[in-house]
């Protein structure tokens, strides 16, 4: 865990200057640069004109400091506050779709927020979706099955998506992939994959974000028929 009491001992007389806070959001700056393999914490101290040591005081290793920057990529996300009135269902949805594009801006975080959460942003998000779950009118009981399968899809739906960019685009664009994965795709026999050999253009033109609200409408649209399970007028 990171120490937080006393003076960084930096050896420049700046330890006053750095916070944990301002160390990871420089971290955020340069992992957004140069990704993961690109972050040192050498490069890091340089950023911030300070020595390694003050950066160990305030994190622990480098695992821990993306954990962390992931975590504050994610904390972004309530930034995008719903308007009130709106209802828990439409709230709920604005607030995925807020982490989602949150993870979209910085993909190298999404496959960093993890379930269960331990990290402060990542068990607030968790605590809000638990909080709107329980003004829908859902038995308590279920309260917190659905509210775990509303985050679990939020965070991994959205890692699935988002992350691969961060090892596909190194070689190569996210089009060049969908391209070469379509093409994959028909050369199947669709005898046996009748789906994937009639979905090609699909794959090749699909919006990443729409693909995620088109799950998460379904997910809600089914809590909403489980929640108030009468039918529509």
Same mark, same amino acid.
């Given at each position: 865990m990171p120490r937080t009491r006393g003076r960084a001992p930096d050896g420049?007389?700046?330890?006053? !200057?750095l916070s944990r806070e301002i160390i990871v959001?420089? %971290?955020? /700056? +340069?992992?957004?640069?140069?990704?993961?393999?690109?972050?040192?914490f050498r490069l890091?101290?340089?950023?911030?004109?300070?020595?390694?040591?003050?950066?160990y005081w305030h994190v622990a290793n480098k695992d821990d400091l993306v954990a962390l920057a992931a975590d504050q990529v994610l904390g972004r996300a309530f930034a995008v506050a719903p308007r009130p009135g709106d209802g828990a269902g439409a709230e709920l949805r604005a607030l995925a779709i807020a982490v989602f594009d949150a993870l979209d801006r910085h993909?190298?975080? !999404?496959?960093?927020?993890?379930?269960?959460?331990?990290? %402060?942003? /990542? +068990?607030?998000l968790l605590d809000r979706i638990g909080t709107l779950v329980g003004r829908t009118g859902l038995p308590a009981e279920r309260h917190f099955a659905v509210s775990t399968a509303i985050s679990y899809y939020i965070t991994g739906v959205s890692a699935q998506i988002v992350a691969?960019?961060?090892?596909?685009?190194?070689?190569?664009?996210r089009?060049?992939?969908?391209?070469?994965?379509?093409e994959h795709w028909e050369g199947l026999d669709p005898a046996d994959y009748p789906f994937l050999t009639r979905t090609t253009t699909d794959l090749r033109d699909h919006d990443d974000r729409d693909q995620f609200t088109t799950g998460l409408d379904l997910l809600l649209d089914g809590l909403n028929t489980t929640a108030d399970p009468r039918p529509h007028a």
């Open positions: 420049k007389g700046r330890a006053d !200057a959001s420089a %971290a955020v /700056a +340069l992992l957004d640069e140069l990704g993961e393999r690109g972050l040192t890091l101290a340089k950023q911030l004109n300070t020595g390694l040591g003050a950066l993909p190298w975080a !999404a496959s960093h927020v993890n379930a269960p959460p331990t990290l %402060a942003n /990542a +068990l607030r691969p960019r961060t090892t596909v685009g190194a070689t190569t664009s089009d060049a992939f969908l391209n070469q994965t379509a």
